[in-house]
């Protein structure tokens, strides 16, 4: 993957059964998204704030394969795995070590924020994200 953040589990994050309450697996997608973005030097704040660019998700497909618990430290990989013209699709892959815990793709359109349509990735953002491209 191209990207790859640590995040340990805390005790409020977890449900009744003692593993990662599942919508916070995409707390940490997202929060790994946008350490990405601060690492290939393109930050949302950036983006959002002075080109006014915005990405919402417009699909989201994830599986999950093993728990992870309160406590535990896990990796979460991020890489770009589909390029359109205004359309990314980050692949996420969560490992406990070596065992894989979950994936999923998130897929977001680049809208112009002043008018909320959707508009080509700029060419820029796009070089970066084809130098993490990695098809499925």
Known sequence: MAYKSTWKVSFGEV????????PNFFDYFQ???????????????YLIGELKIGFPI?????????????GDVFDVNIAVI???????????????GQQLCGTASITH????????????????LRALFE???QPT
């Open 131 to 133: 130098r993490h491209f």
């Open 58 to 70: 417009v699909h989201v497909e994830a599986d999950f394969k093993n728990p992870v618990r309160y």
């Open 82 to 96: 589909k390029l359109g013209n205004s359309s990314v699709t980050f692949g996420f892959r969560v490992f406990k």
């Open 109 to 124: 359109v680049t809208i112009d924020m002043k008018q909320f349509k959707p508009v080509a990735i700029p060419a820029q």
């Open 31 to 45: 929060r790994t998204e946008e350490a990405f973005m601060e690492y290939i030097g393109m930050p949302y704040p």
């Open 15 to 22: 449900d009744y059964a003692g593993i990662l309450y599942y």
